[in-house]
């Protein structure tokens, strides 16, 4: 006879709860209000099975590593950054995004860190909705010139009438040569804002790649060109089917970081656009 | 593989919020309750004991009296919230 939490089980109810539990600390997500990409919560992501017929729902660590990277110490300073021994400063990379004019030729005009998974391995990040940043430079009092620093206000952005959205997602599996750990790592696709998105994010002016029904499946279950791969990338999902409203600024502290609330003096959105 | 497709609700104990969530893995039904104080979620299953008497328990164990205390709420949210 065992014993389950002080209770007198079978065993074969102990086997049963045993099994379970290692499923559980597998699968422990969907249930978080916020995933930052500087968290170490997994992200829920769609990958397609081997032969394509169908997905599988599996786990993967957002920020998209390059296997050169031996170990954890490695990956710390590519995303922080570090000072070498020379005391030159080398600034970290932030790999949670892939922005998609530069999935297959970097921003200097080389080869991008992406190409390969986007042309071999793309993906679909399950999404409930996601935070972003408007910026908002309040009046000088006495000159009547906007201020230097923006106030911030958060947002809480999801798809009109759905529980559940896709975003373009690319992967890259890496393996901690000092302890064999193996991880797939994750970078979504951003593009330009669409009018909702450009009131809202109005810093950077992008948006993640958020796809419908049709281009999700096209994006992760066929294969493509590199220019329907970034063709599929940069389409802007439409306005009109988004949702966008102001959260609490200590939105990552409550039960639920979506609930709205109401900043007074903050111009509304346009949503005429 | 963890499918989740119903929206979270809220109960209350001891006038305190609490967030539930049901998931799936296979055919095992667990639940998921995310405090509004800095407390771990707990999660939350139905099991069997040896008089064949079910019981809820948190996995992984520790967290027997939360189960206890927290779980016959879900199961009234349940009966209650049936259409």
């Known amino acids: 006879m065992c014993y389950y939490n002080g209770q007198k089980v079978t065993r074969a109810e102990f086997i049963r709860l045993k099994d379970l539990e290692k499923e559980i600390r597998r699968y422990d997500f969907l249930d978080k209000g ?47 950054g570090y000072k070498d021994a020379q005391g030159k400063w080398h600034t970290g990379y932030t790999t949670q995004n892939a922005k998609a004019e530069n999935l297959f030729i970097s921003e200097r005009g080389g080869a991008s860190m992406f190409a390969d ?43 009109k009438n759905q529980d559940y959205f896709y975003m373009a997602g690319i992967w890259q599996p890496w393996t901690d040569k000092e302890t064999g750990e193996h991880v797939n790592t994750l970078a979504i ?31 992760m279950m066929t294969d493509l060109a590199d220019e329907k791969i970034q063709e599929i990338a940069l389409s802007q999902f439409p306005a009109n089917d988004m949702f966008a409203c102001t959260i609490t600024k200590e939105f990552q502290a409550m039960l639920d970081p979506t609930e709205p609330y109401e900043y007074a003096d903050l111009p509304a959105l346009d949503l005429t656009l | 593989m963890v499918i989740d497709g119903k929206k979270p609700f809220r109960i209350e104990l001891e006038g305190k919020i609490l967030e539930v969530t049901e998931h799936y893995i296979g055919e095992e039904r667990i639940f998921r309750v995310l405090f509004e104080d800095k407390r771990k979620p707990l999660t939350l299953v139905v099991a069997m004991n040896s008089q064949h008497k079910k019981f809820w328990t948190s996995m992984p164990q520790g967290r027997q009296e939360e189960a206890e ?14 259409k």
């Open chain 2, 69 to 82: 205390n927290i779980g016959p709420l879900i199961a009234w949210y349940y009966k209650n919230n049936q």
């Open chain 1, 34 to 80: 916020v995933i930052s990409g500087f968290s170490d919560i997994p992200v829920a992501v769609l990958v397609p099975n081997e032969d394509r017929s169908n997905f599988e729902i599996v786990q993967m660590e957002w920020g998209m590593l390059p296997p050169y990277l031996q170990n954890r110490e490695a990956v710390q300073k590519f995303r922080t």
């Open chain 1, 189 to 219: 696709t951003t593009t330009s804002a669409n009018s909702l998105m450009a009131q809202v994010h109005n810093s950077k002016l992008r948006m993640p790649t958020i796809l419908n029904d049709e281009l999700a499946w096209q994006w």
């Open chain 1, 117 to 159: 998974a986007a042309r071999q391995r793309r993906c679909l990040v399950l999404s409930t909705g996601f935070f972003e940043w408007r910026h908002v430079n309040r009046l000088n009092k006495k000159t009547g010139q906007p201020l230097k620093v923006a106030d911030k206000f958060p947002y809480y952005i999801n798809v």
